[in-house]
């Protein structure tokens, strides 16, 4: 019995032994994760998130499958700085074009693969301007320089200034075939198959696990799109002006809620707003709506909710050049829309309802009182500051008037040029 529990020792004390050997054990499972379509914010959460997968799932490496024009540069610097941090071997496999912003990324995987028929390159900034090329070019040369291949080569696909002997000549932007890219060594092989790329990478008996886009991921992608954002943003400032103006049809702005909520929700799960942002979009329409139904005309309350509406929106684009472009078509077609319907609901039995359409003539009954009528022609002096509408004193009595569109202070002489109604309008002396 004693030599039975002492040998169920030893093999448990054997066991918990080789544990941690077995556990630390790398394993055999290659992520596959595309990098198609635009380079945005929700592409950079999106591979973000599959890198800390794979880290803490210790897979053996991560193949990033690429095909794309491009896309915001901002996102592809971060692509690539979390590319670079990573322990794990990284691979590109090329399929068929890793251009602007895809090349970067390309570049700053560990081992470059490409089909035959695929290509790299033609980074030009938008826009154009020597700060832009600067920035992006020593990003391009840091890049190839950190995983061993020719900087100025990877320069040379922002900067058309830069020329190299028999690669590019001045003035042309550099992009490389799969064949070029392999005899100028910016890419390791031309393959023509993923599995191809294996044991290239060493890992001939790894298993192939292809990650799909979760339908958060996809739609994050989508919203942040500035095509998407700018339909979105328009569509709901159309919903709302729509409910604004024919109250009661809640078509408008549920629909025009639904909208914005989608936009705001996108840019929220990739980082590009906060829930600041939307508080400051909240309080401008909250100033909006106070200066169309409860503070007359149009002064502080309105202008002040037009900053802060404009100013969310503006920041919750990931680009500054795509924020003005974005918010600038959403307002101008809007107010488009706004017109038409303006003028297709303005005869109809619905608009009606909150429109006046008549004239408040002579013919139609409308005339001034008696009182009214004699203070035209007199004069009298400005009780208050006339911004238009404000109290003068004329035959001694206080009466409310109007200027006839200037800024008259008080204390200056006033005369009474026309009534209309019950407005009676002046004119400073």
């Known amino acids: 019995m004693k030599k039975f529990s002492l040998s169920l020792v030893l093999l448990l004390t054997l066991l918990f032994s080789i544990t941690p050997i077995i556990s630390a054990a ?9 990098v198609e379509g635009e380079i945005n914010a929700g592409l950079y959460k999106y591979i973000e998130k599959n890198i800390d997968r794979a880290e803490v799932e210790g897979v053996a490496a991560i193949i990033f499958q690429i095909n794309t024009f491009g896309g915001y540069v901002d996102s592809a610097i971060k692509i690539r700085d979390i590319i670079l941090d990573t322990p794990i071997l990284t ?29 790299m390159g033609a980074a030009e900034t938008r826009p154009n301007e020597e700060k832009y090329i600067s920035a992006l070019r020593k990003e391009f040369k840091a890049t190839a320089e950190r995983q061993g291949r020719n900087p100025d080569i990877a320069a040379a696909m922002v900067d058309k200034d830069i020329e190299i002997e028999g690669v590019i000549k001045k003035d042309k932007l550099l992009t490389l075939t799969a064949e070029e890219a392999v005899e100028l060594k910016m890419a390791d092989m031309k393959v023509n198959t993923m599995g191809e790329i294996l044991p290239l990478i060493g890992a001939e008996n790894g298993v192939i696990k292809e990650i799909v886009p979760s339908l958060k991921d996809t739609f994050a992608r989508l919203i942040t799109n500035p095509y998407i954002s700018s339909l979105l943003l328009s569509i709901g400032l159309i919903g709302l002006i729509v409910e604004a103006i024919i109250p009661g049809w809640g078509v408008g702005g549920t629909i025009g809620i639904l909208a914005l909520t989608a936009f705001f929700s996108g840019n929220l799960v990739v980082g590009n707003t906060s829930w600041g942002l939307i508080l400051l979009f909240l309080a401008g329409m909250f100033l909006l709506g106070l200066e169309f139904f409860v503070v007359p005309g149009f002064g502080i309350t309105g ?15 990931e ?11 959403s307002f101008v077609f809007a107010l488009v829309i706004f017109i038409i319907l303006l003028r297709r609901f303005g005869n109809s039995k619905m608009w009606n309802r909150i429109a006046l359409n008549t004239t408040q003539s002579k013919e139609n009954g409308y005339l001034a009182t008696k009182a009214e009528e ?20 004329i035959k001694s009595e206080r009466v409310d008037v109007v200027s006839n569109g200037g800024y008259i202070t008080q204390g200056k002489r006033i005369k009474v040029i026309k009534i209309e109604g019950i407005k009676v309008i002046v004119k400073e002396l």
């Open 374 to 393: 004699e203070l035209l022609d007199q004069e009298g002096e400005a009780l208050t500051t006339l911004r238009p509408a404000g109290i003068a004193l």
């Open 319 to 329: 680009d500054p050049i795509a924020g003005i472009y974005g918010v600038s078509f």
């Open 303 to 317: 202008v002040g909710g037009m900053i802060l509406v404009i100013s969310s929106l503006f920041l919750t684009f």
């Open 91 to 119: 691979a590109a496999f090329v399929k068929d074009r890793a251009w602007s912003a895809g090349s970067l990324i390309t570049l700053a995987c560990d081992r470059i693969y490409m089909t035959p028929e695929s290509s």
């Open 26 to 34: 790398p394993s055999d499972i290659i992520f596959v994760v595309e």
